[in-house]
C-alpha cells in the first residue's frame, strides 16, 4: 500500500476512487481462478467468514440450495436427488462389473462439487466401511459440505488445477467424475497420469466426455439461450464434429470436445484398458470412459 501512498493523494476523492478502482482491477485479475491455475477461493475478501450455518450434528446431509448447486437442478430440489442417485448407480454397475464390489472400498469423487452424487454412498459408508472422497477446486462447495457435517466415512477436500492429489500411489480403488473432463482444457494428460498414480491396480475410473454425441445435442440445441451461453458458434452451428478435437475457452471457463477416436488414441497411451460407453439413458448426453490399470 505505500506504493499506491506515493502515487495518489488520500485527500483527493477523485484519486481514491480511481485507486479503488485500479486495485479492483488487479484483484480480479490476480486472483480470479484459475488465470494462475490455482482454484476458486471462499470468495476475494480480506477477512472469509461461514458461508451458511453449520449443522452442529453428523447426520444425513441436507440438501443445497440453489446457491450451493452450482447450475444443478436449480429450483428443484427432487431431480436434483433423482440425478445424484442415477448417477450413483451407474458407478456402483460399473464397480460390479469389474468385479471389485467389497467391504472397505475407497472411492473418489473428482469434482465432486457440492456433494451431488456423494451423498448417495451413504449406505455403502454405513454398511460396507466404505471411504468416500470428495474433492473440487470450489472451496465454496467443499465448506458447504463441512458446515453440513456429514457423517464419518466422508472426506472432502479443496483440490487445484494443478496436477496433485494428497494421496500415496495405489492408494484408491475407484475415480469417478461427472462433467469434469468435459471442461479440463490444460493438462488434462497430467491429470490422467496422477488419477493413473493413485489408482490401485485391479482399480477402475470412470469420466464422462464431450465426444460426436454431445456434439450433434449442442447443434440439435442450438436455439436455446443456454447453449449459446456456453458453446461457441463453431460448436453449435456444424451438424457434424468436423475437427479431431476442439477446446474452447481459457483456464476459468472451458469446453472439450473430442472424435471418439482420437480420444480412445490419445488416452489409451496411459492405460492397461479403455472402454467408451454411450450416453447413459438419462440426463445426460455425455459419453463415459472406463479406464483400468
Not at 28 to 36: A, D, I, K, L, N
Not at 56 to 71: A, I, L, Q
Request: net charge negative; glycine share 4%.
Amino acid at each position: 500500500m505505500k506504493l499506491w501512498k506515493l502515487k495518489f493523494k488520500e485527500s483527493d476523492p477523485s484519486n481514491i476512487k480511481l485507486r479503488d478502482e485500479i486495485l479492483a482491477q488487479i484483484r480480479s485479475e490476480f486472483t480470479v481462478m484459475p488465470r494462475f491455475m490455482f482454484h476458486q477461493p471462499l470468495d476475494y475478501d480480506k477477512i472469509s467468514l461461514p458461508i451458511k450455518s453449520i449443522q452442529p450434528d453428523r447426520t444425513s446431509p441436507r440438501v443445497p440450495t440453489d446457491e450451493f448447486r452450482f447450475g444443478y437442478s436449480l429450483g428443484d430440489e427432487s431431480v436434483y436427488l433423482e440425478w445424484g442417485a442415477y448417477d450413483h448407480g451407474l458407478i456402483l454397475n460399473e464397480i460390479k462389473r469389474a468385479g471389485i464390489m467389497k467391504d472397505g472400498l475407497s472411492i473418489l469423487d473428482f469434482g465432486c462439487s457440492s456433494g451431488r452424487v456423494l451423498r448417495h454412498f451413504e449406505a455403502q459408508v454405513n454398511k460396507n466401511g466404505w471411504r468416500v472422497i470428495g474433492c473440487d477446486i470450489q472451496a465454496r462447495a467443499i465448506e458447504s459440505m463441512r458446515a453440513d457435517n456429514w457423517p464419518d466415512g466422508f472426506e472432502f477436500f479443496t483440490s487445484t488445477t494443478l496436477p496433485h492429489l494428497p494421496f500415496e500411489d495405489s492408494s484408491i480403488d475407484v475415480i469417478y467424475s461427472f462433467s469434469v473432463f468435459t471442461h479440463t482444457k490444460y493438462l488434462w494428460d497430467a491429470w490422467l497420469l496422477e488419477l493413473k498414480r493413485v489408482l490401485k491396480p485391479g482399480g477402475i475410473m470412470m469420466h464422462t466426455v464431450h465426444l460426436e454425441d454431445a456434439w450433434k445435442f449442442y447443434n440439435k440445441n442450438r436455439n436455446e439461450k443456454w447453449v449459446q451461453d456456453s458453446q461457441v458458434p463453431e460448436v453449435y452451428n456444424v451438424a457434424e464434429m468436423n475437427v479431431d478435437f476442439l477446446f474452447d475457452g481459457d483456464a476459468s471457463v472451458s469446453q472439450v470436445f473430442w472424435k471418439r477416436e482420437i480420444l480412445e488414441n490419445y488416452w489409451s497411451r496411459y492405460f492397461d484398458s479403455i472402454e467408451i460407453l454411450p450416453p447413459a439413458d438419462r440426463f445426460s448426453f455425455q459419453n463415459i470412459v472406463i479406464l483400468r490399470k
